[in-house]
Structure formats: C-alpha cells, structure tokens
C-alpha cells in the first residue's frame, strides 16, 4: 500500500515562506507524477502545482505562479514544494499526490481524479 506523508506545513507571516515536502513509501515506483492541491477553509480542494514523470513538465495555478517552486528527487521519491511571497489567501490544508504509471496529459495535471495516492494534508496558516 502506497503511502503519502508530508511535513513542513505551519504558521508564517505574509512575505514569509515555507518549504513543504512530501515522500511516497510502500512499493516499488517505476514513474511517479505528482501534484499539490489545497483546500482553504470552507472552500473546495484548488490545483496548486504538478510536476510529471518523464520530462518534468511542471504546471502551476496562476495564483501561485512566480511564488511557489515545485521539485522532485525520482531516486528517493520525494517532492517538495518551495512557497515564496506567502499571502493570507495560500492559507490552506495542502495535500501532495502522486500518480503511479503513465503520464498524465498536460490539461489532466491539475485534475484531482488523475492522482491515486493522497497524502493526509498539511496546514499551512498565513497570518497578515
């Protein structure tokens, strides 16, 4: 059984940053893409950010595009997603993803159901 545990999750300021991690264990992965979603409060799970087995094809939300860094470590099967210029609206419970097999489409990266492993999310609070 596949499992997700994340870490790096927290409370920061606006302007500040915070670095989230994510490390699948529990098989043998020949491609693992991945992806962040979050779900602010009382809202629906968003898209955040996917990178891709293969060619590394990296996707963002607009809303954090210039802001957020996401990268992968294929050998120890680990993402990570660097948050930069944090603003009160990233607040959120952010949860990784992974896919195991083949490639998802580019305008599949950011759809949940393409994913079949979830982590148990994170709580990122910013404050203003």
């Known amino acids: 059984q596949v499992q997700l545990v994340e870490s790096g999750g927290g409370l920061v300021q606006a302007g500040g940053s915070l670095r989230l991690s994510c490390a699948a264990s529990g098989g043998t992965f020949s491609s693992l893409s991945w992806g962040w979603f979050r779900q602010p409060p009382g809202k629906a799970r968003e898209f955040v950010s996917a990178v891709r087995w293969g060619d590394g094809k990296k996707l963002y939300a607009d809303s954090v595009k210039g802001r957020f860094t996401i990268s992968r470590d294929n050998a120890k099967n680990t993402v990570s997603l660097q948050m930069d210029s944090l603003k009160s609206e990233d607040t959120a419970v952010y949860y990784c993803?992974?896919?195991?097999?083949?490639?998802?489409?580019?305008?599949?990266?950011?759809?949940?159901?393409?994913?079949?492993?979830w982590g148990q999310g994170t709580q990122v609070t910013v404050s203003s």
């Open positions: 993803a992974v896919r195991t097999g083949n490639n998802p489409i580019v305008s599949r990266m950011g759809v949940p159901g393409e994913y079949n492993y």
